[in-house]
């Protein structure tokens, strides 16, 4: 098999559920997240570890990784 | 696959949520970064690892944000009355033993006007898990103090900084006679997942105080910049875990809140007692 290429994560945001809080935003480990107005957005999705507490403090059940 | 890799993949797994909400009812009431909605995340984790299935659960609250948890799951649920919720607790316990029975209720909820079914709960025994949110206000009415907001703090009723002595939510559980007593944060999710499950696990009254945050009443009124330090300074650095605490020097746990199972112990449990009663009374026991 050729060189595996790195696989990157599905981070996947439910808009209507965001409150923009910046719980996830704040928390990342590795600054994946930003606020873009009224929702968050990914801005860095390379850096993401898959640690999943953006997920576990989110209190909107708005974001979620997947592999 | 190794031990790690396997962890790893489990993690990397978000959890489905969907299964024990009730279709259609989020986005939640809850404000932009109140703890309710962390703390019920955690409490359903715990749930589906301890086996239960949502039939076999009975979700009762009374009056306050936080008790408007039961509206979103698909459990047979109660929403009764402020400070009530205990006694309806009582009652459904004694009717159906068979049931798993969850109360979430606010600071306000049960240690203020539910003081009394509170103490009286946890005197009996009676099996059941109470999940009690502090966030040391009043949430739903606008930002009355409560028995938990700490000396000082200022409140929408205490201008001048509150100069009511607190209560403290597991001394008092424990000197009741509640057999199992513990203490979590929304910010230590993982830790409060596993603490929950082991409150469901045991058998007899179990309370969980759970430092969440009111990020709108509280955390404005105290100065507090963002949701993030609130996390921070209340559930994070102002709690230590009953772990390591005993290796800590005295310092850096002195003023802090200790965190993870504070007290179990075992004590007949009042529906059993109750069964037998009746078996003796019918002279079969
Ligand atoms: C008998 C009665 N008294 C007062 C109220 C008004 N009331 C509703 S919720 C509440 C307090 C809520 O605070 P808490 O239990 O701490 O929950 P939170 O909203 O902070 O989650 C009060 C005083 C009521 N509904 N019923
Ligand atoms: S999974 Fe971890 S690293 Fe990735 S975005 Fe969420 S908090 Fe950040
Ligand atoms: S924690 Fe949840 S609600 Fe808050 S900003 Fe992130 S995704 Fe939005
Ligand atoms: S008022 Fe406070 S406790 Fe109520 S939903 Fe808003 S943040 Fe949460």
Redesign the pocket.
């Known amino acids: 098999m050729a060189e595996a290429v790195k696989q990157l ?1 599905r ?1 996947v945001i439910h808009e209507k559920l965001c409150k923009a809080c910046s719980i ?1 935003v704040d ?4 600054n ?2 930003e606020l873009k107005g009224s929702v968050v957005a990914v801005r860095n999705l390379e ?9 576990l403090r989110c209190p909107d059940f708005a974001i979620q ?1 997947f592999d | 696959m190794s031990a790690t890799t396997a962890a790893k993949k489990k993690l990397s797994v978000p959890f489905d949520y969907d299964k024990y909400l009730r279709p259609g009812k989020l986005p939640h009431i809850w404000c932009p970064g109140c703890g309710h909605g962390i703390v019920l995340k955690s409490l359903l984790r715990a749930i589906d690892k301890s086996g239960l299935t949502k039939d076999e659960i009975c979700m009762v609250s009374g009056i306050g944000c936080s008790s408007r948890t039961p509206g979103y799951v698909d459990f047979n649920t109660l929403h009764t009355l402020h400070g009530r919720a205990l006694a309806y607790a009582t009652g459904v316990k004694l009717a159906k033993p068979e049931l798993n029975v969850i109360i979430v209720t606010g600071d306000g909820d049960a240690l203020a006007i539910g003081g009394n079914h509170f103490i009286h709960t946890c005197r009996r025994n009676i099996d059941m898990t109470i999940l009690v949110y502090s966030n040391f206000i009043y949430g739903m009415t606008g930002g009355q103090f409560s028995p938990t907001t700490p000396v000082g703090a200022l409140s929408n009723t205490s201008r001048y900084g509150n100069i009511e002595p607190v209560f403290d939510c597991c001394d008092l559980a424990k000197a009741s006679g509640a057999t199992f007593v513990a203490r979590g944060t929304a910010y230590h999710t993982l830790e409060l997942e596993r603490t929950l499950l082991a409150a469901i696990k045991h058998k007899g009254t179990s309370v969980v105080e759970i430092i969440d945050e009111c990020p709108v009443y509280y955390g404005r009124n105290n100065k507090f910049k963002s949701v993030t330090q609130m996390m921070e300074d209340i559930e994070k650095n102002g709690t230590v875990s009953v772990k390591q605490a005993d290796k800590l020097p005295p310092e850096k746990v002195q003023g802090k809140l200790l965190r993870g199972i504070l007290h179990q112990v075992e004590r007949p449990e009042y529906c059993e007692g109750y069964e037998k009663l009746i078996a003796k009374a019918q002279g079969k026991g």
């Open positions: 994560p981070i996830c928390f990342c480990p590795t994946v997240l850096a993401c570890t898959r640690c999943q507490l953006c997920d990784v």
